[in-house]
């Protein structure tokens, strides 16, 4: 028989996204199950505006309290973060090292992200990530784009530089996505990987870096060195994203919205394509409204 899985849901924020954090937090707590907590990491110097959503439910942790870097407010460099004996580390990096870092200070089985511009709009549980032991890995078939994109590209070769694989081209799958699901055990393996084959600690290998995605380090890992052991595969995705969408108008945003599936629980519309959190909680109600119809 197999016992109960200990799930959390993790959200990266920060002040700019503080009305999209709250949303996400309100429907995380109307619709979602199945998880023991919700952990918002932060900045230590935003503590007080995020410190009225903290509940028995959702926790707040500081970037601070997770990797031995600090972030002072340097003309010019506001977006980097500074360690001892360590160089500076660009801001959208050290979020992906807190992603990881979690994982050394929460006791669970899962460790499930949602960044604070989606929202709930289906009731879904993250024991449905599971079947038995095994944990869903979000992936999806790697088409021209991750094929040939520049980014694309350096993300997947530093994949494959990492772990030893042969080459990029090798590793044939996507495995960026919304309410994507780290397990613990393999999250602390992969770190243990890096320390032991570097010889230094897992962060300082990885802040070495210009630019990185923790989803395809993770599913690279997963699929490559340990052969997809304690994970099976889905390509459906849970989240109906705009990551895959051109989006430039309002219009586009709508259309998008338009394309929503019954196995979508959540939507997110990146907070950087410069809509109001009003504009967006307006389309997101239509889009809930909807779906409670049909339901």
């Known amino acids: ?91 959208w990096i050290f979020q992906q090292l807190c992603k990881f870092a979690i994982a050394e200070k929460v006791q669970c089985d899962a460790i499930v992200f949602a960044d604070s511009d989606v929202e709930f709009i289906r009731p879904f549980s993250l024991n449905q990530l599971w079947r038995g032991d095994n944990l869903r890995t979000s992936v999806k078939p790697r088409g021209p784009v ?67 995605s923790e989803f395809i380090l993770y599913g690279a890992f997963v699929e490559h060195v340990q052969q997809g052991r304690g994970h099976w595969q889905d390509f459906q995705q849970l989240t109906h994203s705009s990551w895959f969408y051109d989006i430039q108008s309002p219009g586009d945003v709508q259309d998008y919205l338009n394309h929503l599936g019954n196995e979508h629980v959540a939507v997110h519309v990146q907070s950087n394509l410069g809509f109001s959190p009003e504009q967006y909680q307006r389309w997101i109600a239509k889009i809930a409204q909807r779906s409670s119809e049909v339901a």
């Not at 972030?71 to 001892?84: A, I, M, T, V, Y």
């Not at 980014?151 to 494959?160: H, T």
């Not at 772990?163 to 960026?176: A, L, P, R, V």
């Not at 996505?177 to 290998?205: K, S, Y």
Request: charged share 25%; with cysteine; net charge positive.
């Open 146 to 212: 991750l094929r040939n994109d520049r980014r694309y590209l350096n993300w997947y070769s530093l994949a494959a530089r990492l772990f030893g694989i042969d080459s990029q081209q090798t590793i044939k799958h996507g495995y960026i996505a919304q309410l994507n699901a780290f397990r613990r055990d393999t999250c602390l393996a992969l770190l243990e990987h890096l320390t032991c084959t570097f010889w230094r600690p897992w962060h300082r290998v990885l802040a070495r870096e210009l630019d990185l």
């Open 1 to 91: 028989m197999n016992m109960p899985k200990r799930n959390i849901l993790v959200t990266p924020t920060f002040k700019d996204d503080l009305q999209r954090c709250e949303r996400l937090v309100a429907t995380a707590q109307a619709f979602l199950s199945g998880y023991e907590k919700h952990y918002l990491i932060i900045d230590e110097k935003e503590w007080s505006l995020f410190e009225h959503l903290a509940s028995e439910k959702v926790v707040l942790v500081t970037k601070e309290s997770l990797l031995p870097y600090r972030n002072f407010n340097l003309p010019l460099l506001r977006k980097w973060w500074w360690g001892e004996k360590v160089l500076p580390v660009r801001g």
